[in-house]
C-alpha cells in the first residue's frame, strides 16, 4: 500500500511542505533541525556501529545547520567529533546559527576550510549544501566535496548528497559520493533516477514526526513504487480457472537476426502469467523461434492483412521487439495501430513511431489512446527530436512530456525508471540493478507488461506493475549469480518466484 511516505517531490515543494511544517503546524525550525540531527546520528549507529570519530562539514545554510545538531548530539553521545565550517559561524543567521551557537555552548569547536588529510576520521558527515543548490558547487564547496570523495570513509550525506541535483538526479559538476542519505519531510526524486542510487549509497527517509497533513498540503507528486506493490494487483486465483481467464498476447517482430528478441518477449510474457501467447514474425523465423519454448505459438507473415484473424482474438498487441525498419517492418506497424487493441510499443517499433509520426499526426492522425511506450534514453531522444544527453538531463520531466505528446502511458528505462501518464502523474521504480543494462532485457520488460495488460490491469497499473516485477527479478539474478554476465534469460527465469511470494 502507499503511504504519504511514498510520495515524491522536487525541492521546490518540499520548501513548501517545510514552510507548512513550520506555520501550519507551529513546528519551530531549530526544532525540526534537531529532530534530523537525531535522525541522523540514530541512522549512522544503527547501518555503521562501532564508528567512534566523527568529521561534519557544515556549509551557510539550515543543511549546515542541521551538522552543527548532529555533532552535538554525536558528542553527547560519546563520540568524538570535529566540525569543519565553510562558513564563518558569525555569518550565519537563523536556526543554523542558533544550532552552531548550542555546539559552541557545549564546548565544541569549529575547525576552518582547508583542513589537512583524514587521518583520525571513521564518519564523515555531508552538511555542506541542501535541496536548493542549482549550480555547480565552486570554489572551497567544491574542494570539500573532493576532499570527502578522496577520504575513503563512511561517508553520510545530511538530506542530500552536496552537488547532486534534487529534481533530476543529476550531479551538477561534482558530487559526494555517499554510503547513506538521511533524508526529511518529503521524498526527492533525484535520489532515485539518473545519478542518485549511485551518490546516496542507502536511503532513509524521516518525517520528523510532522503530520500526514504536511505532505497532504502540496497536491502534485510523484511515487516513489514500492516492491510490495505486486501484491494489489495479483492476488491468488480461483482454482475454477482456465487459460482464457489470463489473457491472449501477440508479440510481432523477430526480423531478420533479430529473432531472439521477440522469443525472449514471448516467453516473458509466458512466465508473468498470460494465457496464451502467439508470436507473429518473419516466414523464415517461423519454424525456429519457439524451438526451447513450444509454449509459444508462432506464426509467420508478410503483410498486414495476415494478422487480422489474430487480432480479433488477443487481448493486447507487444511491438517492436526484434522488429526492425524494413518495409515488412512498417506494414505490420500501420496495420496495429489501425486496431482498437491495445499496444505495447518497444524497440524498432518506437524507432519507426518517431519517423513516421509528423505524418501520422498532421495526415493519417494517431488517434491511439491505448498504447504504452517503453523507450530508452536513446529513443526517447528520437520521439522528441533530440539527443540521449538531453533526455538524461530531467528523466522526469521527459517522461511527462513525452506522455502529453503521445497521450500514451510512457516508460522511461534506465537508472530509476520512471512511469507517467497524459496527465501529468509519474513514478519512479528504485528497484533494478546495472547488470540489468544488457541485451534483451528490454524485450522482456515488453512482454511483462504485455502480459499484465491481457490479464486486466489497466495501462498505468501494467506499466507499474510490469517495471517492478522486472526489476525485482532482475534483483534476484543479481542476487544470485552477480551482475556482470547477467542475462536477460537469467530475468525471465526469476519471474514467477516474483510474481507468487511464498
Not at 494517431?366 to 540521449?388: D, K, V
Not at 506522455?403 to 502523474?425: E, Q
Request: aromatic share 6%; net charge neutral; charged share 20%.
Amino acid at each position: 500500500m502507499q503511504t504519504t511516505s511514498d510520495r515524491l517531490y522536487t525541492a521546490a515543494q518540499v520548501r513548501r511542505l517545510d514552510r507548512s511544517a513550520i506555520d501550519a503546524h507551529g513546528i519551530p525550525g531549530i526544532e525540526l533541525m534537531e529532530r534530523a540531527g537525531r535522525s541522523v546520528l540514530d541512522a549512522v549507529c544503527k547501518r555503521f556501529p562501532g564508528r567512534q570519530r566523527w568529521l561534519a562539514f557544515c556549509g551557510g545554510g539550515n543543511n549546515g545547520g542541521d551538522g552543527y545538531v548532529i555533532a552535538r548530539l554525536a558528542r553527547e553521545a560519546g563520540f568524538t567529533v570535529s566540525v569543519c565550517s565553510l562558513k564563518a559561524p558569525e555569518a550565519l543567521s537563523g536556526d543554523a546559527a542558533i544550532a552552531c551557537g548550542r555546539w559552541c555552548a557545549s564546548g565544541g569547536e569549529i575547525q576552518h576550510w582547508p583542513i589537512g588529510p583524514p587521518t583520525q576520521v571513521d564518519v564523515v558527515v555531508d552538511a555542506l549544501l541542501g535541496t536548493g543548490l542549482d549550480r555547480a558547487p565552486e570554489d572551497d564547496y567544491a574542494a570539500a566535496i573532493q576532499w570527502i570523495n578522496r577520504a575513503g570513509k563512511t561517508t553520510v550525506a545530511v538530506d542530500i548528497p552536496s552537488g547532486l541535483n534534487a529534481d533530476t538526479g543529476n550531479t551538477m559538476g561534482r558530487a559526494v559520493k555517499a554510503d547513506l542519505t538521511v533524508t526529511f519531510i518529503g521524498q526527492k526524486c533525484g535520489l532515485y533516477t539518473a545519478d542518485g542510487p549511485d551518490h546516496c549509497g542507502f536511503v532513509e527517509f524521516d518525517t520528523l514526526q510532522t503530520p500526514e497533513t504536511v505532505r497532504d498540503s502540496v497536491v502534485e507528486f510523484g511515487i516513489l513504487i514500492r516492491e510490495n506493490i505486486l501484491m494489489n494487483y495479483f492476488p491468488p486465483r480461483a482454482r475454477n480457472s482456465h487459460k482464457g481467464a489470463f489473457g491472449w498476447v501477440l508479440g510481432i517482430g523477430g526480423n531478420s537476426t533479430m529473432s531472439g528478441a521477440v522469443r525472449l518477449c514471448g516467453e516473458a510474457a509466458l512466465r508473468s502469467g498470460a494465457g496464451k501467447v502467439t508470436l507473429a514474425t518473419i516466414p523464415e523465423h517461423a519454424a525456429l523461434v519457439n524451438l526451447a519454448c513450444p509454449e509459444l505459438m508462432v506464426r509467420g507473415v508478410r503483410r498486414g492483412k495476415e494478422l487480422q484473424t489474430l487480432l480479433g482474438q488477443v487481448n493486447v498487441i507487444v511491438l517492436g521487439t526484434g522488429l526492425g525498419q524494413t518495409s515488412w517492418s512498417e506494414r505490420l506497424f500501420k496495420t496495429c495501430l489501425k486496431t482498437e487493441l491495445p499496444v505495447v510499443l518497444d524497440a524498432d517499433g518506437l524507432n519507426i513511431l518517431a519517423r513516421l509520426y509528423p505524418a501520422m499526426e498532421h495526415g493519417e492522425g494517431l488517434a491511439r489512446r491505448r498504447w504504452i511506450l517503453t523507450p530508452h534514453p536513446a529513443e526517447a531522444g528520437r520521439l522528441l527530436g533530440t539527443s540521449a544527453r538531453e533526455v538524461q538531463n530531467d528523466r522526469v520531466e521527459v517522461t511527462k512530456e513525452l506522455a502529453r505528446k503521445f497521450s500514451a502511458t510512457v516508460v522511461l528505462k534506465g537508472c530509476g525508471t520512471v512511469v507517467a501518464d497524459p496527465n501529468g502523474r509519474y513514478a519512479v521504480c528504485p528497484l533494478g540493478n546495472p547488470g540489468m543494462a544488457s541485451a534483451g532485457t528490454g524485450d522482456v520488460l515488453a512482454g511483462v507488461i504485455g502480459a499484465f495488460v491481457a490479464q486486466g490491469l489497466d495501462l498505468w497499473d501494467a506499466a507499474i506493475a510490469g517495471v517492478v516485477a522486472h526489476a525485482r527479478a532482475g534483483d534476484l539474478a543479481a542476487a544470485s549469480i552477480g551482475e556482470r554476465g547477467l542475462i536477460a534469460s537469467d530475468i525471465i527465469a526469476r519471474l514467477p518466484a516474483v510474481l507468487n511470494p511464498s
